[in-house]
């Protein structure tokens, strides 16, 4: 399967994503993650792209586009992949028609997490993620077993610097203005898919399964 997953922050992509991935062997690119860890390590995309992503706005089209066409090449992803927080532009949409045609393949579905923008604040000010594998938890909603600890590894977790009410309203701008066309993009093609994304997760994860069964 080839999958998109579009949704403003906070609805719950990253939640999602590694249940799908492992119920259908699929291999999981998260822009997002991919473009913190180059910030983190300091190299010469992250440099680039690090004073959008602390405003809450896009990174350059061309950036990304140059992400995801070298990770599509990853053996892991020759079966099938998620494409989590990409494409956020039609410029980013219409690039990936092209890598993918030229690969001889296409998006099976778009998963569009619809959700009130008044229930992301809470989301997205509760989160804390493990940044080494993605997880993600919630203060309220989905605690760890001991705070501020991953479940699984034991190690710290943190919350992301942009995970603020001030840049979430740059980001969920960002998210109405030049996403949500993307949506429409796909809608005309006629595989978009939309998700009660408001649900608790257990309820998106079984709607998810009944839309890809
Ligand atoms: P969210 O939790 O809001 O869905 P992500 O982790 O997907 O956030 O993205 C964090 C930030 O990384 C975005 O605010 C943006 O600056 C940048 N980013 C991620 N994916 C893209 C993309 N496809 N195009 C442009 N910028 C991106
Ligand atoms: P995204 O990747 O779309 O930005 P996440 O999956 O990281 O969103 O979810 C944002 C926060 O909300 C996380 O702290 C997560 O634990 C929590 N969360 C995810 N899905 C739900 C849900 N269906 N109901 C309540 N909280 C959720
Ligand atoms: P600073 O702005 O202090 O130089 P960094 O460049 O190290 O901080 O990281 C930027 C932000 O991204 C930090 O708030 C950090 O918590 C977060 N971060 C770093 N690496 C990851 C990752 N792999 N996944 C998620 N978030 C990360």
């Known amino acids: 399967k080839r999958l998109i997953l579009i949704g403003p922050p906070g609805s719950g992509k990253g939640t999602q994503s590694p ?31 690090k004073e959008a992503m602390d405003k809450g706005e896009l990174v350059s089209d061309d950036l990304v586009v140059g992400i995801i066409d070298e990770a599509l090449k990853k053996p892991s992803c020759q079966k099938g992949f998620i494409l989590d927080g990409f494409p956020r532009t039609v410029v980013q949409a219409e690039k990936l028609d092209v890598m993918l045609q030229s690969r001889g393949t296409k998006v099976d579905k778009v998963l569009n997490f619809a959700i009130d923008d008044a229930i992301l604040e809470e989301r997205i000010t509760g989160r804390w993620i493990h940044p080494a594998s993605g997880r993600s938890y919630h203060t309220k909603f ?22 603020t009410a001030a840049v979430l309203k740059s980001r969920l701008e960002a998210f109405h203005r030049q996403t949500e066309p993307v949506i429409d993009y796909y809608a005309k093609k006629g595989n978009v898919v939309n998700l009660p994304a408001e649900k608790p997760p257990q309820a998106v994860t079984a709607e998810v399964k009944k839309v890809l069964s």
């Not at 983190?40 to 995309?45: D, Q």
């Not at 605690?143 to 977790?157: H, Y």
């Open 19 to 49: 249940i799908i991935k492992d119920e259908y062997c699929l291999c999981h690119l998260a822009t997002g993650d991919m473009l913190r860890a180059a910030v983190a390590a300091k190299t010469p995309l992250g440099i680039k792209a």
């Open 142 to 163: 989905a605690p760890p077993k001991a705070p501020g600890i991953d479940d699984v590894t034991g190690e710290p977790l943190i919350q992301r610097k942009d995970d």
